[in-house]
Structure formats: C-alpha cells, structure tokens
C-alpha cells in the first residue's frame, strides 16, 4: 500500500528555516514527479512548487527566492527547502507525487500534510 508522508514541520521563528521530505513510507512507489501546496485556516490550498521527473522546477510567484524544490530519486524522497519563513507561511504543507508502484501501475498520491508554525 502507498503511503506517501510528509515529514519536517514544527514550530520555527521567524526568519527561521525548515526543510520538508515527503516520501513512500510503504516503500512500494517510485517518485518521478511532485508539487508542495498548502492551506492555512480558513484560505483555500495554495500551490507552491514542483518539480518533474527530468528535475525541472517550478516555483510560485510569491515564495520565489525563499522556497525551493529538490528531489533525491536515490532516496525516492521530494524536499521543500523554505527560507525566511514568516507567521503568513504557517499553515498545513502537503506534496503530491507522481510515480509508478513496483508492479507498474502509474497514480497520482497525496500525503496527510504536516503542520508548519511560525512565531513573530
């Protein structure tokens, strides 16, 4: 069974910087593609970044120059790389990947989210 997880978040100040990992915890599907997104209380989910199976990225306007995106495909794992956090960027942080399970099957997977807090 795929689980897809993101793991990373807590509690930083601002200024601070954290960097997310969102991976197949069940160890059965190949990454080839993701996108981290997010969505705060009562907004509606953001998207901020992907990157494709060829490495290409693509980032949102308005966390350009803070936020990255990597991928390791040795380690099946898509990163978020966020810098100068601020108390707007708090809010839950999901990926969603692209990939193929062991046997073949092509899909798209979202994991739980992890929560991302920021203190002024």
């Known amino acids: 069974q795929v689980q897809l997880m993101e793991s990373g978040g807590g509690l930083v100040q601002a200024g601070g910087s954290l960097r997310l990992s969102c991976t197949d915890t069940g160890n059965i599907f190949v990454i080839n593609a993701g996108g981290w997104y997010r969505q705060a209380p009562g907004n509606q989910r953001e998207w901020l970044a992907s990157i494709t199976s060829g490495g290409v990225t693509n980032i949102a306007s308005f966390v350009k120059g803070r936020f990255d995106v990597t991928k390791d495909s040795a380690k099946n794992t898509v990163y978020l790389e966020m810098n100068n956090l601020q108390p707007e960027d708090a809010a839950v942080y999901c990926c969603?990947?692209?990939?193929?399970?062991?046997?073949?099957?092509?899909?798209?997977?979202w994991g739980p989210g992890t929560q991302v807090t920021v203190s002024s």
């Open positions: 969603s990947t692209t990939g193929r399970t062991a046997g073949g099957r092509q899909g798209e997977h």
